[in-house]
């Protein structure tokens, strides 16, 4: 199991000037924050987001964790407008129905667990796919662009790959140039669809150390679904867990992730364990058949 443990290196990341040229002032991102009421959605005449409710603070984490088919994917594609659904989200007072994509784009970036590869990219062409939010209209990447997606391509250990083409490039490597794209949008709201999906112990902490540090050092706001209940209750601020769609128990991680709540959204053998302040939560292998 993971645990928690504070960054290994100095991922500092600054913000360029592209949202100075977008017209947005640096400073209004401190101010943002997510808001979605009462989002339905609705897929092949079956509802798999029954009404759900969601406020997160700039600056804080939270995680969605849930069986399979409970809707936690649903809900992160209704919040970056990828779906149609009902109800509102709104992020820094803005509701993002009526904006245009562009403009979406620049409140609110999302890691899918499944993107679309462009073919014959490479990590650093594809990161800069990031900064096209930022972009004046016909515009192209400036200097500073290209040094905001290298400083992001460093931070997740990704140097070497700089010039590589993202299909020679393993599903834990392509992962990691999928969140620094996502981390080069610099939206004030990160939505991250299992981010840690095939890494190595090692890289899922890298990549979360960062969204931490990020999270804290900018005032972000993170919203994420993960299956390893460990790591969300390490790295969260608060937690959401889902169940056929509707919400079963949401608030800060020590109250909500719990053996009682745990077993209402799961019928899964496990132990939560105290270590240091962490709750980490074991599984448990079946019990001995008696002879």
């Not at 890691?111 to 900064?131: H, K, N």
Request: net charge neutral; aromatic share 2%; with cysteine.
């Amino acid at each position: 199991m993971s645990l928690v443990r504070r960054p290994r290196r100095d991922a500092r990341i600054h913000p360029s000037d592209a949202r100075t040229r977008a017209g947005e002032p640096q400073d209004r991102r401190v101010a943002v924050g997510l808001e979605a009421r009462s989002v339905v959605v609705e897929l092949d005449g079956r509802i798999v987001v029954r009404g759900i409710d969601l406020a997160v603070a700039p600056g804080r984490w939270c995680s969605i964790a849930g069986p399979n088919g409970a809707g936690k994917t649903s809900l992160l594609r209704a919040i970056a407008g990828l779906i149609h659904h009902r109800g509102d989200v709104v992020i820094g007072g803005r509701s993002l129905d009526h904006l245009r994509p562009m403009d979406r784009a620049r409140l609110v970036a999302l890691v899918p667990q499944q993107p679309v590869i462009p073919a014959g990219v490479t990590v650093l062409d594809y990161v800069l796919l990031g900064r096209t939010a930022h972009l004046p209209p016909l515009g192209v990447e400036s200097a500073s662009d290209v040094t905001y997606a290298e400083e992001v391509i460093t931070a997740l250990d990704l140097e070497t790959f700089r010039d590589r083409h993202l299909a020679s490039m393993s599903g834990g490597e392509r992962q990691r140039a999928v969140i620094a794209r996502a981390l080069a949008q610099a939206a004030p709201v990160l939505l991250l669809d299992e981010p840690t999906a095939g890494l190595d112990l090692g890289h899922q902490q890298d990549v979360l150390d960062l969204v931490t540090q990020m999270c804290r050092e900018r005032q972000l706001t993170v919203v994420s679904t993960m299956h390893d209940l460990t790591l969300a209750g390490s790295y969260s601020d608060d937690l959401m867990l889902m169940a056929d769609g509707a919400v079963v128990a949401h608030g800060p991680v020590d109250e909500t992730l719990n053996a009682e709540n745990l077993a209402r959204v799961t019928r899964a053998r496990f132990r939560i364990v105290d270590e240091d302040g962490t709750k980490v939560v074991v599984p448990l292998p079946p019990r001995a058949r008696r002879a």
